[in-house]
């Protein structure tokens, strides 16, 4: 299930939203607490996010700015600000679209989906970004994004970095210490359990989009990507 975050503080305009999107199918989690969009952000994970420019504390340029220092996922600003230099501002912090209240819940949705097609599905590829493909399971690097079929997962830099290294070795193992060195500058003084617990992470976001056991444990040795998933997800 994809997931849309809303950061709007008119409380009447993001129900609104909530409940129309959530309709279609999306799962939908809105911001109350506008003094920390990035935790609710790191939280959810979400594949696009419609942002309101005046917030509380802090505007909506600046949250788009913060959250394009860890993701590339669609932004669509939705702002009773109607002025052409608001626009602009909005696509030069980082926004991909942006939409003037009132507006209609319809357009709203044909936005969504557009930016979801054009970042993770039918027209993903076609840019020119890395994208790295075994049987179906797609991971999109600069976008922070792992998709299969239809289902789409966020990640964070470090579990992008573990699912990039196994797929790249595919079938081979990715060592430990491989894999520590791609994951951290210096890992002299990492923990024993810290990649640990990122495989972990991984395994979980791999569940997330329908994959049982597709990372074996090697023992002495490392890690290796196993193609678990049926040929027939393959798009």
């Known amino acids: 299930m994809q997931k849309i975050m809303i950061v709007e503080d008119d409380p009447k305009i993001a129900e609104h939203l909530h409940i129309h999107i959530e309709k279609y199918g999306y799962g ?3 911001v109350t607490d506008f003094d920390h969009v990035m935790d609710e952000f790191h939280k959810r994970q979400p594949q696009l996010v419609l942002l309101d420019i005046n917030l509380p504390s802090y505007d909506g340029y ?5 959250i394009r220092k ?11 600000r ?7 501002m909005a696509l030069e912090n980082g926004g991909d679209d942006f939409i003037t209240k009132p507006f209609h819940a319809e357009v709203v949705m044909a936005k969504i989906r557009s930016h979801l097609r054009r970042a993770y599905g039918e027209y993903a590829t076609r840019a020119s970004e890395r994208v790295l493909e075994n049987t179906g399971l ?14 789409t997962v966020s990640l964070s830099k470090k579990e992008s970095d573990i699912i990039e ?10 060592g430990r210490e491989d894999l520590l060195e791609k ?24 569940q997330e989009i329908g994959i049982q056991d597709a990372i074996e444990t090697v023992r002495g040795a490392g890690y290796r990507l196993v193609v678990t998933w049926n040929k027939e997800d393959e798009v």
């Open 70 to 80: 860890k993701s590339v996922c669609p932004v669509i600003f939705i702002s009773a």
């Open 28 to 30: 939908v989690s809105v």
């Open 165 to 174: 290294s196994l797929m790249e070795r595919y079938p081979r193992v990715a």
């Open 138 to 151: 797609k991971l999109f690097p600069e976008r922070l994004a792992l998709t299969l079929k239809m289902e």
């Open 183 to 206: 994951l951290w500058d210096d890992h002299s003084y990492v923990d024993e359990n810290t990649l640990n617990v990122n495989i972990t992470r991984v395994r979980k976001k791999f």
């Open 62 to 66: 600046y949250w788009c700015r913060q």
């Open 82 to 88: 109607v002025g052409e230099m608001d626009q602009i």
